[in-house]
Nanobody, 114 residues
């Protein structure tokens, strides 16, 4: 059973940067569609940024110009570079990988203090 393993996250002051990464725990044949989602307390989960198997990226309006999503060097790894962080970016960030079926990471906390 493949699991999605996330790393990065933590606490930072407003204006700071963080980098999130995720990757499957085992080999996956093919290139997956991948995305980062986030869920803040009392709010619904929302798409933050994603990249298709063909390389097309998309971003939530709230993070455009501040966050950059990209693929890592290894197959089906995903990196989210988050700059100019704001307190409203505080949430649990989860990685989603779709290749035949949907896989989710366990989530990593990002906390931005003012």
């Amino acid at each position: 059973q493949v699991q999605v393993v996330e790393s990065g996250g933590g606490s930072v002051q407003a204006g700071g940067s963080l980098r999130l990464s995720c990757a499957p725990s085992g080999w996956m044949f093919g290139i997956a569609d991948m995305a980062w989602y986030r869920q803040a307390p009392g709010k619904e989960r929302e798409l933050v940024a994603g990249i298709t198997s063909g390389g097309t990226t998309n971003y939530a309006d709230s993070v455009k110009g501040r966050f950059t999503v990209s693929r890592g060097n290894a197959r089906n790894t995903l990196v989210l570079q988050m700059n100019s962080l704001k307190p409203e970016d505080t949430a649990v960030y989860s990685c989603n990988l779709i290749l035949g079926r949907s896989y989710w990471g366990q989530g990593t906390q990002v906390t931005v203090s003012s």
